[in-house]
């Protein structure tokens, strides 16, 4: 199989986690990083032996050689990278949300739909194998037609202090969950409403409850709090319910799954998404990227999610979060 040269442009806490999977990918290459501060670049370069690096990702993307780019910046700085990329030519996985608008979404989408190289959205749950069985189970009728669905997605105080002054929680975990359900019932969302709760000196609430209804019929409530006390045993508290009109699905994903006692009390590490197996950062987060990585050696279009599906998942949630400023019910144009 091709080895896959990928290069990864926002080398922040997430850029590393990419680099990490990627390292344990045995038809991968970490080829190249692009960071805008010299210092921890330079570092992070030592640290996974990647000789090329850069401030400047117009250079990175001038590399012949440069197969795949990870965009792991903030997601309101994910258009102008992500669009430089597919017209350089390069394959593109793009870590979710799309962007920070959906104006900036439909940019992308156009730009890549219009490109011949290869392009993802980084829905991790996607390649969770709960929600992969839950999708089996739906797309197989055994429970029926879904009716309602409910989705949580929380996390600890200090955890959510790290990136409250730059993204929200309904958008920020409550898009995984939206995706979710929309791949589920290949519905669409026509309304949304939203209440948000802000206790803390952030620029964005610590939590809110989100309601939508699909055309469909279906009811759908998301729970999004990033301010879980700081003792909380996990860092996700993260579950799911799905009823049908026959049956239902139910997915808990985080305590007590895996559970150490030690000092200090009981905490579950995650064994989902990025643990470490045998010395290789494993779990959902390298098998998305691995089967992206597939799916360029062999020349074959990626299929697990489509551009405009990320899109749609995007719009849900900034219209709950409009709802929520205004105290609104917001209707979604089809």
């Not at 980084?122 to 989705?151: L, T």
């Not at 791949?183 to 669409?188: E, L, N, P």
Request: some cysteine.
């Amino acid at each position: 199989m091709k080895q896959v040269k990928w290069g990864i442009l926002g080398a922040g806490w997430f850029g590393e986690k990419h680099a990490e999977a990627l390292s344990g990918i045995p038809n991968v290459e970490l080829y190249a990083l692009c960071r805008r501060t010299k210092a921890p670049l330079k570092k992070m370069a030592k640290e996974f032996g990647v000789k090329k690096t850069y401030t400047d990702y117009d250079e990175m993307l001038a590399d012949p050689e440069l197969d795949v780019v990870s965009v792991t910046t903030m997601w309101d700085a994910h258009v102008e990278p992500t669009l430089a990329a597919l017209k350089a030519g390069k394959h593109v996985f793009l870590e979710k949300p799309m962007a920070s608008t959906v104006a900036d979404c439909r940019k992308i989408v156009k730009a890549a739909n219009a490109s011949k190289s290869f392009f993802t959205v980084g829905h991790i749950c996607r390649f969770n194998p709960r929600y992969a069985a839950a999708k089996r189970e739906i797309e197989s009728g055994s429970i029926g037609k879904v009716v309602s669905a409910y989705a949580r997605r929380n996390i600890p105080a200090a955890v959510g202090a790290t990136v409250l002054p730059k993204i929200g929680p309904i958008i920020g975990d409550g898009v995984h969950d939206m995706d979710l359900i929309l791949w589920y019932t290949g519905a669409k969302v026509v309304s949304a409403y939203a209440q948000t709760h802000q206790f803390n000196k952030h620029a964005n609430p610590d939590g809110g409850w989100s309601m939508f209804k699909l055309d469909s019929g279906a009811t759908v409530v998301l729970e999004n709090n990033w301010c879980l006390p700081d003792g909380t045993a996990f860092q996700i508290d993260e579950r799911m319910e799905i009823i049908g009109t026959k049956g239902s699905v139910h997915i808990h994903e985080t305590h007590p799954n895996f559970s150490v006692c030690k000092d200090g009390g009981w905490i579950s590490p995650d064994t989902t998404y990025w643990p470490e197996l045998h010395g290789i950062r494993a779990g959902a987060l390298r098998e998305e990227l691995s089967y992206f990585a597939t799916c360029v050696a062999e020349g074959r279009k990626p299929t697990v999610i489509k551009p405009e599906e990320s899109m749609a998942a995007v719009e849900a949630c900034l219209a709950a979060e409009k709802s929520a400023a205004t105290g609104r019910v917001v209707r979604l144009k089809r």
